[in-house]
Nanobody, 125 residues
Framework: QVQVVESGGGLVQAGGSLRLSCAAS????????MGWFRQAPGKEREFVAT????????YYADSVKGRFTISRDNAKNTVFLQMNSLKPEDTAVYYC??????????????????WGQGTQVTVSS
């Protein structure tokens, strides 16, 4: 059973940066498509970014394109989300998710079978 654990959240001022990490265990990490999602209070969980098993392809939500970068280190079973130029509207709980047996970029929550507990990101104005 794959387990994923997020870390790196915190409080940052608008315009600042944070780097989230997601450590995976219990499966063949290098074969999983990985994704980041976020959920703000009172809102549905929304897609942020995804990366294929090799790291060769990535895809971003329009709201974060050009500011966020997803990457992975298969040797360390870890995926990262570098967040720059943060805005107050980026405030949310950020979740890491894993999807096995696929080579596709995935953007829907229903496509992922394994989720972390989330890490809070708060951007102050």
């Amino acid at each position: 059973q794959v387990q994923v654990v997020e870390s790196g959240g915190g409080l940052v001022q608008a315009g600042g940066s944070l780097r989230l990490s997601c450590a995976a265990s219990g499966g063949t990490f290098s074969s999983y498509t990985m994704g980041w999602f976020r959920q703000a209070p009172g809102k549905e969980r929304e897609f942020v970014a995804t990366i294929t098993w090799s790291g060769g392809s990535t895809y971003y939500a329009d709201s974060v394109k050009g500011r966020f970068t997803i990457s992975r280190d298969n040797a360390k079973n870890t995926v990262f989300l570098q967040m720059n130029s943060l805005k107050p509207e980026d405030t949310a709980v950020y979740y890491c998710a894993a999807a096995g047996r696929t080579t596709w970029l995935l953007t829907r929550t229903s496509q992922y079978g394994h989720w972390g507990q989330g890490t809070q990101v708060t951007v102050s104005s």
